[in-house]
């Protein structure tokens, strides 16, 4: 851990990041121009019209194995990639034709909700109805839609002006989807969102949550989805004309965003962590040699969670939701410097290096997030470096995510889901599409304009 370090291995090890990004092959510029020019002709495959399942057209995330899905998070991140694209290159009819698959992302997942707020995490052309789906399994025991969909909806509408009409009819189901999380996965002694189990949690294998306890993973993840979840909930509310509805949203933000800081937070590495929430309570059981004493009975338990020092890249969320202080941040910047750990030639490893249970084998079931680099977990953190305003850190991981992905176009002319750290050879899944299109939003700050950005 980086409090370990002796200052003389700190400045060599934060020196050499930027030697090895540089051994890439083509010049930044020559690999911006490849990336924009695969992007612009390549991102109509991600429109697809309604039908079956699908009341409304959407976007997908735009490879063979995803060829005609609706994914939650998958969805949204597409859609900032889709709309920094169009930005650039489309006619006013064009985006006006886009609108109706952006809004449609949203719009599908809406059709399938009711009052008990549950909205499925994934929706084929094929997918039954909201009934036949819900027998599948008990809705209360495993995941959900991860909480990102008032965020779409947020972003769709701040991108139009704020216009959120086209939200109205469904504005119910949005409500009480945000409001299952609030009252079944919600743990009510530290205010922390919990996952119900290790299924689809968008990070597939993160050992904060994988294979562990159902109900007992506070993870860091989620509770930074959440918090940008309950924000954006509150501004669709006051663009609805339901100020006093969103007040109350806001509320639930401030109060997780204090709960995220109070038990997360880890002042020893400096460093925010998810918690393990799967402790026993306090039961008082006599004890056998003499059972007017009950055990533990002179001090019970006092503190509600356990931290879990695990190095995942989810910890450096709280940059990107803003949950962090600005002194935090300096100290989280420090440790996303070293190259022991998280920096690597061409990212954010997606867990440190220096972990046991690191392993960049390839793997889609699960999807391997416990080293290999991931464009999406490359494009969270550098937008959390932006807006604490590490410009030199922003930019360094910029260059290296353009590196890597203009050398796949070069030599693959296509994408992959995820690649090696060190080396930046793609594991698995050429032709992926997706978040690794945010890219371009990188490449446009680079430039120094103003990329399309998430609520």
Known sequence: MLSR???ALLALS???APLIAAESSAPLDQSVALIRKHLHSDYAGMFRSEGGAFKYPFITPGSAQYGDILWDWDSWLSNIALRQILTEKATAEE??????HEQGCVLNYLNYGAFDGWVPIILLRNSGSRAELMKQADT?????HKPCLAQHAAFITKLNGGDAEWLREGMFHLQSFVNRYKNHQ???ATGLYFWNDDMAIGVDNDPSTYMRPAKSSGSIFLNCLMYRELLALAYLCERLGQKEIGDLYAKDAEDLKSAVQKHCWDERDGFFYSVDLNLLPYEGKPFAADPSIRLHAGYPRDYDCLIQRIDVWSGFLPLWAEIATPEQAKRMVERYRDTRTFNAAYGVRTLSKLEKMYN???SGNPSL?????WGVSNYLVFRGLVKYGFKDDARDLADKTIRLFGRDFERFGALHEYYLPDSGEPVLNRGFQNWNYLVLNMAVWREGGEPVAEF
């Open 360 to 362: 960049v084998r390839g």
């Open 5 to 7: 370090f002796t200052p």
């Open 95 to 100: 985006k006006t034709k886009a609108l109706k």
């Open 14 to 16: 934060i020196a050499a």
């Open 186 to 188: 919600r743990h009510a």
């Open 369 to 373: 997030w416990t080293g290999p680099i």
């Open 140 to 144: 209360y025991a495993t995941n959900m």
